[in-house]
Protein backbone atom coordinates (compact mmCIF):
# COMPACT_ATOMS: atom_id res chain seq x y z
CA UNK A 1 0.00 0.00 0.00
CA UNK A 2 1.29 3.77 -0.49
CA UNK A 3 0.58 7.47 -0.24
CA UNK A 4 -1.74 6.49 3.06
CA UNK A 5 -2.86 9.64 4.29
CA UNK A 6 -0.92 9.07 7.59
CA UNK A 7 2.55 10.70 8.67
CA UNK A 8 5.59 9.62 7.64
CA UNK A 9 8.46 9.92 9.32
CA UNK A 10 10.73 11.25 6.26
CA UNK A 11 8.36 13.26 5.35
CA UNK A 12 7.54 15.34 8.53
CA UNK A 13 9.49 18.12 10.60
CA UNK A 14 8.13 19.03 14.48
CA UNK A 15 8.11 22.50 14.95
CA UNK A 16 7.81 23.42 19.09
CA UNK A 17 6.92 27.11 19.79
CA UNK A 18 7.48 28.46 23.17
CA UNK A 19 7.30 25.68 25.36
CA UNK A 20 8.76 28.09 28.02
CA UNK A 21 7.62 28.09 31.70
CA UNK A 22 6.63 31.73 31.67
CA UNK A 23 4.15 30.72 29.39
CA UNK A 24 2.84 27.40 31.02
CA UNK A 25 2.17 29.88 34.28
CA UNK A 26 -0.95 31.12 32.06
CA UNK A 27 -2.30 27.50 30.73
CA UNK A 28 -5.89 27.44 32.35
CA UNK A 29 -7.09 25.08 29.90
CA UNK A 30 -5.11 21.88 30.67
CA UNK A 31 -3.30 20.34 33.95
CA UNK A 32 -0.08 21.56 33.62
CA UNK A 33 2.05 18.31 34.34
CA UNK A 34 -0.28 16.73 32.33
CA UNK A 35 0.92 19.40 29.06
CA UNK A 36 4.62 19.04 29.87
CA UNK A 37 4.37 15.44 30.08
CA UNK A 38 2.58 14.82 26.75
CA UNK A 39 5.21 17.50 25.00
CA UNK A 40 7.89 15.32 26.42
CA UNK A 41 6.44 12.04 24.87
CA UNK A 42 6.28 13.90 21.74
CA UNK A 43 10.12 15.36 22.02
CA UNK A 44 10.77 11.71 22.88
CA UNK A 45 8.76 10.26 19.45
CA UNK A 46 10.54 13.04 17.22
CA UNK A 47 14.10 11.37 18.46
CA UNK A 48 12.68 7.50 18.21
CA UNK A 49 11.68 8.36 14.68
CA UNK A 50 14.24 10.48 13.68
CA UNK A 51 12.07 13.88 12.71
CA UNK A 52 14.12 16.83 12.41
CA UNK A 53 12.65 19.33 15.31
CA UNK A 54 12.57 23.22 15.62
CA UNK A 55 12.81 25.01 18.84
CA UNK A 56 11.33 28.27 19.13
CA UNK A 57 10.87 30.59 21.88
CA UNK A 58 10.62 34.61 22.67
CA UNK A 59 11.17 36.51 25.73
CA UNK A 60 13.58 34.01 27.05
CA UNK A 61 15.26 36.31 29.03
CA UNK A 62 12.54 38.51 30.28
CA UNK A 63 9.69 36.81 31.01
CA UNK A 64 9.03 33.60 29.42
CA UNK A 65 12.23 31.67 30.13
CA UNK A 66 14.59 28.93 28.43
CA UNK A 67 12.70 26.03 26.96
CA UNK A 68 11.48 23.91 29.67
CA UNK A 69 14.70 21.86 31.32
CA UNK A 70 12.53 17.96 30.71
CA UNK A 71 12.40 18.90 27.31
CA UNK A 72 15.91 20.41 27.23
CA UNK A 73 16.95 17.13 28.54
CA UNK A 74 15.67 15.32 25.16
CA UNK A 75 16.35 17.54 22.64
CA UNK A 76 19.48 18.74 24.28
CA UNK A 77 21.44 19.69 20.52
CA UNK A 78 18.52 21.51 19.34
CA UNK A 79 19.23 25.44 19.55
CA UNK A 80 16.13 27.07 20.44
CA UNK A 81 15.67 30.08 17.84
CA UNK A 82 14.80 33.52 19.89
CA UNK A 83 12.29 35.57 18.25
CA UNK A 84 10.47 38.54 18.85
CA UNK A 85 6.89 38.41 17.05
CA UNK A 86 4.34 36.10 17.96
CA UNK A 87 3.65 34.59 14.89
CA UNK A 88 6.54 32.53 14.28
CA UNK A 89 6.27 31.98 10.69
CA UNK A 90 6.99 35.56 10.52
CA UNK A 91 10.31 35.03 11.58
CA UNK A 92 12.99 34.50 8.72
CA UNK A 93 15.10 32.19 11.22
CA UNK A 94 12.78 29.91 11.90
CA UNK A 95 11.26 29.54 8.86
CA UNK A 96 14.42 29.10 7.07
CA UNK A 97 15.18 26.50 9.91
CA UNK A 98 11.53 24.33 8.38
CA UNK A 99 12.68 25.28 4.40
CA UNK A 100 16.06 23.68 5.39
CA UNK A 101 14.48 20.30 5.83
CA UNK A 102 12.77 20.19 2.72
CA UNK A 103 9.71 19.02 4.25
CA UNK A 104 6.45 20.61 3.59
CA UNK A 105 4.22 18.31 6.43
CA UNK A 106 4.60 20.07 9.69
CA UNK A 107 3.55 18.78 13.03
CA UNK A 108 3.11 21.55 15.23
CA UNK A 109 3.24 22.01 19.28
CA UNK A 110 3.54 25.04 21.39
CA UNK A 111 2.24 27.98 23.42
CA UNK A 112 -0.50 29.75 23.77
CA UNK A 113 -2.83 28.10 21.41
CA UNK A 114 -4.57 31.29 21.20
CA UNK A 115 -1.67 33.28 19.18
CA UNK A 116 1.49 31.64 18.83
CA UNK A 117 0.35 28.40 17.96
CA UNK A 118 -2.90 29.46 16.05
CA UNK A 119 -0.95 32.58 14.00
CA UNK A 120 2.22 30.29 12.52
CA UNK A 121 -0.82 27.48 11.64
CA UNK A 122 -2.68 29.44 10.03
CA UNK A 123 0.27 31.21 8.04
CA UNK A 124 1.61 28.10 6.94
CA UNK A 125 -1.45 26.49 5.79
CA UNK A 126 -1.70 29.74 3.51
CA UNK A 127 1.48 28.62 1.99
CA UNK A 128 0.50 25.38 1.03
CA UNK A 129 2.12 23.20 3.88
CA UNK A 130 -0.08 20.04 5.28
CA UNK A 131 -0.25 21.03 9.67
CA UNK A 132 -1.07 18.62 12.26
CA UNK A 133 -1.38 20.68 15.47
CA UNK A 134 -0.97 18.04 18.58
CA UNK A 135 -3.75 19.57 20.24
CA UNK A 136 -2.74 17.51 23.65
CA UNK A 137 0.81 19.24 23.96
CA UNK A 138 -0.91 22.73 23.45
CA UNK A 139 -2.45 24.98 25.98
CA UNK A 140 -4.48 27.96 26.16
CA UNK A 141 -5.68 30.69 28.73
CA UNK A 142 -8.84 29.20 29.22
CA UNK A 143 -10.59 26.03 28.09
CA UNK A 144 -12.74 27.77 25.79
CA UNK A 145 -10.13 30.05 24.04
CA UNK A 146 -8.17 27.20 23.22
CA UNK A 147 -10.95 25.21 22.04
CA UNK A 148 -12.12 28.16 19.82
CA UNK A 149 -8.27 28.45 18.89
CA UNK A 150 -8.24 24.59 17.29
CA UNK A 151 -11.98 25.06 15.94
CA UNK A 152 -10.29 28.00 14.01
CA UNK A 153 -6.82 26.20 12.83
CA UNK A 154 -9.21 22.73 11.86
CA UNK A 155 -11.49 24.91 9.46
CA UNK A 156 -8.76 26.40 7.82
CA UNK A 157 -7.80 22.93 7.00
CA UNK A 158 -5.30 21.56 10.09
CA UNK A 159 -5.72 18.26 11.05
CA UNK A 160 -6.17 17.79 14.78
CA UNK A 161 -4.37 15.29 16.74
CA UNK A 162 -2.24 13.85 19.71
CA UNK A 163 0.83 12.69 20.57
CA UNK A 164 -0.01 9.08 21.22
CA UNK A 165 -1.45 9.11 17.88
CA UNK A 166 1.18 10.54 16.54
CA UNK A 167 3.41 7.95 17.69
CA UNK A 168 1.26 5.08 16.57
CA UNK A 169 0.68 6.57 13.43
CA UNK A 170 4.10 6.57 13.17
CA UNK A 171 4.80 2.82 14.13
CA UNK A 172 2.14 1.69 12.77
CA UNK A 173 3.39 -1.97 13.24
CA UNK A 174 4.49 -2.91 16.60
CA UNK A 175 6.83 -5.39 14.23
CA UNK A 176 9.33 -2.55 13.03
CA UNK A 177 12.13 -3.41 15.15
CA UNK A 178 14.12 0.03 14.67
CA UNK A 179 11.57 1.32 16.36
CA UNK A 180 10.08 -1.03 18.23
CA UNK A 181 12.00 -0.59 21.72
CA UNK A 182 11.71 3.54 22.05
CA UNK A 183 8.13 3.59 20.81
CA UNK A 184 7.26 0.90 23.42
CA UNK A 185 9.31 2.94 26.19
CA UNK A 186 7.39 5.96 25.40
CA UNK A 187 3.99 4.53 25.52
CA UNK A 188 4.97 2.95 28.89
CA UNK A 189 6.05 5.83 30.31
CA UNK A 190 3.99 8.73 29.21
CA UNK A 191 0.29 7.03 28.12
CA UNK A 192 -0.74 6.49 31.42
CA UNK A 193 -3.11 3.32 31.82
CA UNK A 194 -1.94 2.17 28.13
CA UNK A 195 1.58 1.84 29.10
CA UNK A 196 0.47 0.13 32.06
CA UNK A 197 -1.24 -2.67 30.36
CA UNK A 198 1.97 -2.62 28.01
CA UNK A 199 4.52 -2.68 30.75
CA UNK A 200 2.17 -5.65 32.17
CA UNK A 201 1.52 -7.95 28.85
CA UNK A 202 5.31 -7.73 28.41
CA UNK A 203 5.61 -8.58 32.14
CA UNK A 204 3.28 -11.72 31.86
CA UNK A 205 4.72 -12.49 28.47
CA UNK A 206 8.26 -12.83 29.72
CA UNK A 207 7.86 -13.31 33.36
CA UNK A 208 10.74 -12.19 35.85
Request: charged share 20%; glycine share 8%.
Amino acid sequence: MTNLPLLNPNEAVILMVDQQAGLAFGVGSTDRQLLVNNTVALAKTARTFQIPVVVSTSASKVYSGPLMPTIRTVLDDVPSIERRNMNAWEDEAVRGAVTKTGRRKLIVSGLLTEACVSFLVLSALAEGYEVSVVADTCGGITADSHSLALRRMEAAGATMTSWVQVLLELQRDWTRKDTYDGARSIVEAHAGGYGIGLAYARDMIHPV
